[in-house]
């Protein structure tokens, strides 16, 4: 009798008994996300799920994450299928509205240059000895896209999943931070100053239904293995657009964009198990990540001079930098550094342009990889 | 003449920093408008007396629509 007691006392001092450095060292890790989402309001919708997650992953034999656990469960149904970030795709579609980009569409090409990052990056992640597949997952957050950045590394590079999503998400946040630098150096004095002309190109509602229906069949004849991505952001815009499915819109943006938004931020910080994420590895990710995003604010605005250069000084190359996904913290980070120059600037609109056209390029970029490693035999 | 000062964008009145009557400078703020769920301050585009303010705060505006008059 007592010393069936005392081994269940024993049960009671088997978690501090089986507790280690690391799984500390985590705890931490996922408390500093929480207080960045909650404290600081850096994507809290996401950091406070994957903060938490991390946190309860890192309990010593609750396992959560082994066979049969909880997390495991939202993991292996949601991650590993991708059927998560896909729904998140729905969202997104019927939350964006492209219209800043059909009223100016050469913008466009500002959305396209915004991408480069993905790929210097991937090139960089190479000759630093990742594989592949993994340098793949890491250039993908050039992408500046949270879903399209864990799509993309839950297909190639799962165990990659955490250090990648942690660092999409706070350097969107940080999108603020990291960009102006780049821009105050790669624009001259006149080139900040420029005044750009009010768009005002009306756009019929016929041109924002079709819009949806031709960028799905058009993308994804090009890049067919990433149609999962185009053809769900697209539809979810479509219901957007046509306003006949209310309903389904409202569905979309609300209850399963946050129904799904918190089990995949918990499967997220699930991955974050100690020995899998205090790693050297987790650190580089980071920092390639950081370049990644660096890279596309640098070729966008070197376009944006470019496309300067050619009109003959009508585009202020500034609004190059919101060629990127993080809308539209991008296209505001630009109208504020444009009047700090000049106070009778008003980039915004223009940016957004960028910023629509950076949306719809991550999703691209991320397609026609998709595809090429198909090609090539891997995906 | 009166030189306009316009919305550069859609969106919505915040404040009116300035009244009929005042004098402002070039590229001082006149309105603060919304878009985007961001505040852009409109500035004066020359200096000179405000003669006309067009828009009251919460008001809705298009591009290029006039929110005040310098004179």
């Given at each position: 009798m007592e010393s069936a007691i005392l081994a269940g006392l024993n049960g009671l001092i088997l978690g501090f008994s089986n507790f280690g450095w690391g799984q500390a060292v985590m705890i931490l890790i996922g408390s500093l996300l929480l207080y960045l989402g909650?404290?600081?309001?850096?994507e809290p919708l996401l950091l406070l799920p994957i903060g938490f997650g991390a946190i309860l992953v890192n309990i010593?034999?609750?396992?959560?994450?082994?066979?049969?656990?909880v997390l495991r469960f939202f993991y292996d149904t949601g991650v590993l299928t991708e059927i998560f970030p896909i729904l998140i795709f729905i969202g997104i579609g019927a939350m964006t509205d492209f219209q800043p980009l059909l009223e100016?569409?050469?913008?466009i090409l500002l959305g396209a240059a915004g991408q480069f990052g993905i790929f210097l990056t991937l090139l960089l992640a190479l000759a630093l000895g990742f594989d592949k597949l993994e340098a793949v997952a890491i250039g993908?957050?050039?992408?500046?896209d949270g879903p399209t950045s864990i799509y993309v590394s839950s297909k190639y590079a799962p165990h990659l999943l955490g250090a990648v999503s942690v660092a999409a998400y706070s350097y969107m946040s940080l999108v603020p931070i990291i960009q102006p630098p780049i821009m105050r150096l790669l624009t001259t004095e006149g080139e900040k100053k420029i005044v750009m002309g009010i768009v005002k190109q009306p756009v019929s509602k016929t041109t924002k239904i079709l819009f949806p229906v031709v960028v799905t069949v058009a993308a994804s004849l090009v890049a067919p293995f990433g149609t999962p991505l185009i053809g769900m952001v697209m539809l979810g815009n479509l219901m957007k657009e046509c306003g006949v499915v209310e309903r389904l819109k409202q569905a979309s943006e609300n209850e399963i964009t946050n129904i799904v938004t918190l089990l995949l931020g918990l499967s997220i910080g699930a991955t974050m198990e100690a020995e899998k994420f205090l790693r050297v590895e987790t650190i580089i990710v980071l920092v390639l990540g950081l370049i990644a995003i660096g890279l596309d604010t640098a070729v966008g605005v070197l376009l944006g001079k470019l496309m300067c250069f050619l009109t003959g000084g009508k585009?202020?190359?500034?609004?190059?930098?919101?060629?990127?996904?993080a809308f539209p913290m991008s296209a505001r980070v630009v109208q504020v550094e444009g009047q700090k120059y000049?106070?009778?600037?008003?980039?915004l609109m223009h940016a957004m342009s960028a910023n629509a056209g950076g949306q719809i390029g991550s999703i691209i970029a991320a397609a026609v990889m998709l595809s090429v490693l198909k090609g090539m035999g891997m995906g | 003449m009166a030189i306009p000062v316009t919305a550069p964008m859609v969106g919505k009145i915040l404040k009116i920093e300035k009244k009929v009557g005042d004098q402002v400078e070039e590229d001082e703020v006149v309105v603060v408008m919304e878009a985007m769920k961001m505040e852009i301050p409109i500035v004066a585009p020359v200096s000179g007396t405000?003669?006309?303010?067009?828009v009251s705060p919460g008001q809705a505006v298009q591009a290029e629509d006039i929110l005040a008059e310098i004179g």
């Open positions: 909650i404290g600081k309001g850096f010593p034999l609750a396992g959560l994450m082994d066979q049969g656990g100016n569409p050469k913008i993908i957050i050039g992408a500046c585009i202020n190359p500034l609004i190059g930098a919101a060629g990127i996904s000049n106070k009778k600037s008003y980039l | 405000i003669k006309e303010i067009k």
